[in-house]
Nanobody, 115 residues
């Protein structure tokens, strides 16, 4: 059984920071790429950042230089450090893993960037 549980969202002012966490259950964690997606109201869900089992990372252009994805395999947890937040970063953020043949998603955590 694969379960993903996000935490760490909230309300922050522009320019502020938040760190999201995704705790994963199951032995799949160490061998799979983990992703963070987000979905803003009225928009499609988009990939924000990915990290492979070996620690290689990839970012959407809109967050490069501001967001950092990392993982702790001992804790089965993936993180998203978000700095210099902008109002356009407001969205529900989801943790994701493709554990073939299925996609698994967390319940999402709301991030709101507003003054």
């Amino acid at each position: 059984q694969v379960q993903l549980v996000e935490s760490g969202g909230g309300l922050v002012q522009p320019g502020g920071s938040l760190r999201l966490s995704c705790a994963a259950s199951g032995s799949f964690f160490r061998v799979n790429t983990m992703d963070w997606y987000r979905q803003a109201p009225g928009k499609q869900r988009e990939l924000v950042a990915s990290i492979t089992s070996g620690g290689n990372t990839n970012y959407a252009d809109s967050v490069k230089g501001r967001f950092t994805i990392s993982r702790d395999n001992a804790k089965n947890t993936v993180y998203l450090q978000m700095n210099s937040l902008k109002p356009e970063d407001t969205a529900v953020y989801y943790c994701h893993v493709l554990y073939r043949p299925f996609n698994y998603w967390g319940q999402g955590t709301q991030v709101t960037v507003s003054s």
